[in-house]
């Protein structure tokens, strides 16, 4: 015979009776409470670490990023400017890398770097050019290798031509000198172009400043007369001479023997 | 802060039937006393904001018993084939033995369903709250386990 529902309830309560002690009940949720506690402290400290952490690293390289625009000298490790004055050295600010005070840098005797009549009055030329070491030799696969050439708007322009001689500095201002200084910037490729053979080895130092006197981080010119490199030692572009020739800017290449190469550009 | 006073009341005046419920969840005495205990500290730390601590709970003891059979089984598998009853004159005692017996061999929400229905005896739609099912379900379980315990349902079922 089948059980009935009152057996079936009869058979369920069959047991009952044993108690539940509630202080152990509270001691055991007081515990559990201090346990969840501790763990939410614990979870809390740890995302404030990360917080500031995270914080921090994102301030750095915000600070890196503004940096390397004010001159493209992100890490002063990477290169070393091989200025021909003695002053300055690259500082992790974009500091142009030698003064250029007119007592430290007169040319010597291949003829005088100021020109009594430029625009740009104590503007000198330095002895030998700025050459950049940049990371992996440099190109355009170089970190920076597209960035801007000149970190603010350009007032003034002196170019500098090596050899040095009577034509040094080149001074170019208002106009001529920002629409140059655009003409590098943006029509300059960041790769090489191939040209015609030129014998002849193009050598200079671009001064540029801007509308208040400050001047930037100077610019390599290397080259050939069809190809020319230019770098502020981590901005690259590659232009055709044909761009300083047609601001009036001249370049006597080197070694303009037939056939024969003198050096090669520093890298 | 818990009114320790009011949660020492209720504990004195529900924690018998609390605790014998945790015991035909599991199906084992000890198991039984962990889950109360579960059920009860749950309670503990949300007493003020409790409308109902009685149902609340059962319903913690049924949702806190469901989630470890979910985790582990312990052993005890429904069977399809019922295995024979000890002799055709069991007595009440050997009956309520064979009934419980049974009953650890149910799926844990059919026990669920027959604990909370002739054990504490809730209406359908409070079994089906507890349990956070249709009224249909629980109608269907309780059908499908009754016939698995062999229990003859009344007329109109329990209430």
Same mark, same amino acid.
């Given at each position: 015979?089948?059980?009935?529902?009152?057996?079936?309830?009869?058979?369920?309560?069959?047991?009952?009776?044993?108690?539940?002690?509630?202080?152990?009940?509270?001691?055991?949720?007081?515990?559990?409470?201090?346990?969840?506690?501790?763990?939410?402290?614990?979870?809390?400290?740890?995302?404030?670490?990360?917080? +500031?952490?995270? #914080?921090?690293?994102?301030?750095? %390289?915000?600070?890196?990023?503004?940096?390397?625009?004010?001159? #493209?000298?992100?890490?002063?490790?990477?290169?070393?400017?091989?200025?021909?004055?003695?002053?300055?050295?690259?500082? !992790?600010?974009?500091?142009?890398?030698?003064? !250029?005070?007119? !007592?430290?840098?007169?040319?010597?005797?291949?003829?005088?770097?100021? +020109? =009594?009549?430029?625009?740009?009055?104590?503007?000198?030329?330095?002895?030998? =050019?700025?050459?950049?070491?940049?990371?992996?030799?440099?190109?355009?696969?170089?970190?920076?290798?597209?960035?801007?050439?000149?970190?603010?708007?350009?007032?003034?322009?002196?170019?500098?031509?090596?050899?040095?001689? %009577?034509?040094?500095?080149?001074?170019?201002?208002?106009?001529?000198?920002?629409?140059?200084?655009?003409?590098?910037?943006?029509?300059?490729?960041?790769?090489?172009?191939?040209?015609?053979?030129?014998?002849?080895?193009?050598?200079?130092?671009?001064?540029?400043?801007?509308?208040?006197?400050?001047?930037?981080? =100077?610019?390599?010119?290397?080259?050939?007369?069809?190809?020319?490199?230019?770098?502020?030692?981590?901005?690259?572009?590659?232009?055709?001479?044909?761009?300083?020739?047609?601001?009036?800017?001249?370049?006597?290449?080197?070694?303009?023997?037939?056939?024969?190469?003198? #050096?090669?550009?520093?890298? | 802060?818990? /009114?320790?006073?009011?949660?020492?009341?209720?504990?004195?005046?529900?924690?018998?039937?609390?605790?014998?419920?945790?015991?035909?969840?599991?199906? /084992?005495?000890?198991?039984?006393?962990?889950?109360?205990?579960?059920?009860? *500290?749950?309670?503990?730390?949300?007493?003020?904001?409790?409308?109902?601590?009685?149902?609340?709970?059962?319903?913690?003891?049924? *949702?806190?018993?469901? /989630?470890?059979?979910?985790?582990?089984?312990?052993?005890?598998?429904? *069977?399809?084939?019922?295995?024979?009853?000890?002799?055709?004159?069991?007595?009440?005692?050997?009956?309520?033995?064979?009934?419980?017996?049974?009953?650890?061999?149910?799926?844990?929400?059919?026990?669920?369903?027959?604990?909370?229905?002739?054990?504490? /005896?809730?209406?359908?739609?409070?079994?089906?709250?507890?349990?956070?099912?249709?009224?249909?379900?629980?109608?269907?379980?309780?059908?499908?386990?009754?016939?698995?315990?062999?229990?003859?349902?009344?007329?109109?079922?329990?209430?």
């Amino acid at each position: 015979m089948s059980p009935s529902e009152f057996q079936l309830r009869a058979a369920l309560r069959d047991g009952e009776g044993d108690g539940v002690d509630p202080d152990r009940i509270i001691s055991s949720a007081l515990r559990l409470q201090l346990r969840r506690h501790d763990r939410r402290v614990r979870v809390l400290a740890v995302a404030a670490v990360i917080v +500031v952490i995270s #914080g921090g690293a994102v301030g750095i %390289a915000a600070l890196n990023g503004s940096t390397r625009e004010s001159g #493209g000298a992100a890490s002063a490790q990477s290169r070393t400017a091989a200025a021909g004055a003695a002053a300055g050295g690259a500082d !992790s600010g974009g500091a142009i890398p030698k003064a !250029s005070s007119p !007592s430290s840098e007169s040319v010597g005797a291949s003829g005088g770097a100021v +020109v =009594p009549s430029s625009p740009l009055p104590g503007v000198t030329c330095p002895k030998t =050019p700025v050459s950049y070491e940049l990371p992996g030799g440099g190109g355009t696969n170089q970190f920076g290798a597209d960035g801007p050439l000149f970190a603010e708007p350009v007032a003034a322009i002196a170019v500098c031509s090596y050899p040095l001689g %009577a034509a040094s500095p080149t001074p170019l201002t208002g106009t001529a000198a920002t629409a140059l200084a655009r003409k590098l910037e943006l029509e300059g490729s960041s790769s090489p172009r191939s040209g015609p053979y030129c014998a002849g080895q193009v050598r200079g130092e671009l001064l540029s400043f801007t509308s208040d006197g400050t001047q930037l981080r =100077p610019v390599e010119i290397t080259g050939t007369c069809t190809r020319v490199e230019l770098t502020n030692g981590s901005a690259v572009r590659y232009v055709s001479l044909d761009l300083f020739t047609q601001a009036g800017v001249k370049f006597i290449p080197a070694g303009l023997t037939p056939g024969k190469v003198s #050096g090669s550009p520093k890298r | 802060m818990t /009114d320790n006073a009011a949660f020492r009341a209720f504990v004195e005046a529900n924690g018998a039937v609390l605790l014998h419920a945790a015991r035909l969840l599991t199906g /084992d005495h000890h198991r039984g006393e962990d889950l109360v205990q579960t059920a009860l *500290t749950r309670l503990y730390l949300k007493w003020d904001g409790v409308d109902a601590p009685l149902a609340y709970t059962r319903k913690a003891l049924v *949702t806190a018993h469901i /989630d470890s059979t979910r985790r582990r089984w312990w052993g005890e598998r429904p *069977t399809e084939v019922l295995p024979e009853v000890a002799s055709a004159a069991a007595t009440d005692v050997e009956e309520r033995d064979e009934l419980r017996r049974l009953l650890s061999g149910l799926a844990p929400r059919e026990r669920a369903v027959i604990v909370l229905r002739y054990y504490c /005896d809730l209406s359908e739609q409070d079994t089906a709250a507890t349990l956070g099912m249709p009224v249909g379900t629980v109608k269907s379980t309780c059908s499908r386990a009754l016939s698995r315990l062999r229990v003859e349902a009344g007329v109109g079922g329990a209430r």
